[in-house]
Each structure stands twice: as C-alpha cells, then as structure tokens.
C-alpha cells in the first residue's frame, strides 16, 4: 500500500503539562493545545476528544516516565512507579488506542527528543546519538542506527553515578541518591539548592554554573565510553550554546587522551525551544503508521 | 543457498597470546593452537599458515584493541593506537581476507564474549546483555536484539568515571585516569599495586577484594543505567561465582530503590575458564559465512 497523505498526531506527556498537535506529512502544525496535567482519567479524556475532534493516522506519544517500554510484557505502554499522585499504573497506550484506534508509538520524552534530532537535527548525518536533557530532572535517550537503545526498560543516565567536581560539597538533591548521581548533583533544583537562588537570577560567573558544565561534561564522558554514539546533544533549560565550550574542555580533561571521539561530538540542541521532542514524536507517529501498514 | 556443511575458524587475538581453531557447524573444535603474540607480520603469518593448512569457511576474530569496527571507515579492520609495540595501524581484517579470501567477523573480545554468552549461555533466554571482564584490564560488551553497542566506536566502558569506595584512597593505576575510571581502581593489577602481593596469595577475606566487588557492583549500576540490558554478565580472572552475592547486595545500595530491575540480572560468565569468547567468535564466524551466502 501506498500512502499518499496523512494526518500525524503528537502528545508531549510530561509532569506539569500535555502537549497535544496535528501536523500533515511535512510536519507543518495544523492543531495544537495544551493542556495541564490532571488524574489521568481527566488529562487522557482531553486527549481523546482533542484527537476525536482533529482525527489523525497515527500518534507520536514521547512520555514522563518511568514507564514500560518493552513491547509483549504486561506493561507495555504503560506508565510505571512514578511518585506523580495517581499516574502509577496507568495505561496510556491502551487507552489511547482502544478510543481512537490508530496506532501509537509509545517512548520516553528524551527518547523522541534524540529521534527527532536524529531524523532532522544535530544528529541527522550520523548514525548514532545520545540526548541529554538537564531541567528539573535529568534524562538521557539513545539511538543506534535507527533503534533505541534500552533492553529491558528504557535508559535512567541521569542516575548514573558521578565523581564529584573537587570543589563542590553540596549534599545532593536525589531522594535515591543523594550527590551520588548526575540528577543530585546538576538538575535544575540544585541551583536553587545550593544558592538560595533560582539559575535565572544569578551571574553565570556562579561556580555553580561552572560545576554544572563539568558535571555535563561527566555525563557526556560516561556515556562516550557506554554507549560511543556520534553526537552527544545537550537540551532542557539548565545550559544553553553558551556553555559547550567549557562543556567540551571538561570533557577533554576527563578523557584526558584516552580515546579519539569524533569532531562535533558535544553540541547543542539544533532545535530551538526543546522542540526536538516535538520533532521526534511526530517522525514516531509516521514510523508507527508505516509500521501498521 | 542452502549451506548443508561448514567449518568455522577462530581468531582469538590477545595482547600475550593468539588462539587459532577451527570447528565444525556445532562448534565442536576440529583443531586448535595457541601462540605467542609477536610483531603483526610474524603472528599474523601464523594464523595465515593455520588456516591454509585447516581451511574454513568464514573466521570470528576477537581482538584486543583499540580497533576500528565501523564498515565504511578507513580504521575499519585495524588495530587502531595501542601502546603495544608495532601493532598501531595493522589491517587485521584486510591481511587475513588477502590471504585466505574468506569473511572475517571483526570485534573486540569483549563483544565476542558477550555474543557467546548470548548465542548460548547465561544470555540466551534474553534480548539484551552486557559482558564485562575483569582482569589485566577491563572491558564490557554490549549486545542488544543481536546488534553489538557502539556507534562510532567499540564500548569502552572500563574507563568510565568511578565513585571510589569511601575507604579506599589507592591513587589508582590507570595511566590516562589515575583512581577515576573503572580500570583504575579494580582491574588485576590493582590488587598487586595496592597490597604488594598478588591475588592468588591474598585471603579473599582482604578488604581489596571487597573493594573490587563494590567497583563491580558499581560497573553493573552504571551499564544498567545507560544500557538497561536485561543481564550483565561477569568473566575475567578477578571475580568468580563467589563474589556475586556481594556484587548483587552493593548493587541494590546504590539503586537504593529507584529503579526495578530483572531477576537474577547480575550473574557470573556461564562457560567455564572464560570460554565465553570462544563460542561467540564461532558463532560469529558463522553469522560471517551466512551474510556472505
């Protein structure tokens, strides 16, 4: 069968908010919305009537997690323990599906943010990347010669195990980990913890700022060596274009001589607005209808 | 074409030693020899005149590294920039194949051993695995719905950054890392750096050995963390079965509850004397021979 036209359709499922939109098959946004993030019986009822009322062929559905990503096991499609009142156990995938009967392609957030890097982004000429979004969490996704990378669950990088930066004595701000992880030691609230002070409000000359980098750098490293994609991509709200220079120097002091990576391994995300999850979700939406026919 | 009868060759290419054999469609070993690791034309004439005098269909060779395993690369099939005297820049692949004019399956040994345990070990009931070995060095393979990790490159996921154990101070081993990667801090060598003696005459009751289980355990943590396979597998000479339980208990410290993981996912290589690299190298020969019919 040949498709000639199609309408895509995107949810953005995070914490605080929906993101809901329609696009024809050059990804132009015929429909859009968003939407605050309720129980799930009100949020997944929004979407429904937005897609009941603007009918697409296929979603892209790139979620909070954690949520079951391993297709044949009870909880596919799923979103799993999440401390979010209410959102444990729900099935997203199959609510979805089951009202409005098109197929849904079902990932995490930075998952369909490196595919959408990948397919039209910092990634598109390679083959292989890493994504890294460092905002009130940090999470990471990886691709690999078009698949996603993640076995039995999707990847967690941002609770990778990290070396401290040696001037740095911050206690740590994950309830699992304390400083013991990329997220303790570099999400958005850290900022805040350490200073008193939100990121906006202070001089980027803070060595907060100059720890964060490093710790970027750490994660950039550590997934080098774990995983050797072609493009590691930093997005969220916490660095910015600015800050891949020291990103990048840190990253060679770790690496120290150790291995040759690829010219233009670090950057920034191509897409402005962390709008390459957008990108991604709409891409997984043709992948899945592509898939289902 | 339908292959009804075939032998397999293997190369298992190490820094000391090279094991050449040859084995039927059921991998039984038709013949077998073992030399010394000499200059690259001196070795390499040995595998050339082993399997000129046992021809075989197709040769799985698992090498020390660096290595340059992107096809499509000019590093393809070459030992890239080791410290071990005059192999830097030796075509692996292309001397061998000039020679004996039959597909060769090039990868590291780590992505042979994890291939092996995969094909036919502690694996095989799985879609995703890690393998590290622990010995002179250490190394980890990744294996993921049949395809090897890395993009631009091999794993090299025994340098990865390391959170030291808080009693030990040793300034590490690693020459590019100190006490700041994997290698530094639990590889071989380290025992005999930091005690004096070799492992073999220390009680297994030293506090090296516990520091070693914790690296371990950490090693596994990280993996899962950036590969979520559904197993990670221990070989080498370092660790044994004994070590496990300590391995898994400091794994559940230092998830502490955060994420879920799969029964039984730690556990030690199921082939005895790290014959795990042996099978994999077979049963890459042999997907070899069948890509190329």
Known sequence: ???????????????????????????????????????????????????????????????????????????????LATPKPGWAGTDMVGTLTDALHVPVFFTTDVNASVYGEYIAGAAKDVDSAVYFT???????????????????????????????????????????????????????????????????????????????????????????LNLAPEKIIFGGSVISEDDMPRVRAYFDQLNNGYVQVPEELIVHSHFPDNASATVGDFALAEAALKAAN
């Open 134 to 224: 460092i905002g009130t969490g940090i999470g990471g996704g990886a691709i690999q010669d078009g698949q996603f990378v993640g076995g039995h669950a999707h990847l967690e990088m941002g609770h990778a195990p990290v070396m401290l930066h040696p001037d740095d004595h911050f206690a740590g701000g994950c309830p699992f980990h304390g400083n013991r992880c990329f997220e303790g030691v570099a999400a958005g609230p850290t900022i805040e913890l350490r200073t008193g002070e939100k990121g906006e409000n202070l001089d980027r000359d803070n060595p907060v700022f100059d720890y964060i980098d490093y710790y970027a750098a750490q994660m950039a490293w550590n997934a080098y």
């Open 1 to 79: 069968m040949i498709i000639v036209s199609y309408v895509l359709g995107i949810i953005e499922a995070g914490g605080t908010k929906f993101v809901l939109a329609t696009a024809d098959a050059d990804y132009n946004i015929l429909q859009k919305k968003r939407i605050s993030t309720e129980t799930p019986a009100v949020t997944l009822a929004h979407c429904i009537d937005f897609f009941k009322a603007n009918p697409v062929d296929a979603i892209g559905l790139g979620s909070f997690g954690p949520i079951g990503i391993k297709q044949g096991t009870q909880d596919y499609g799923h979103i």
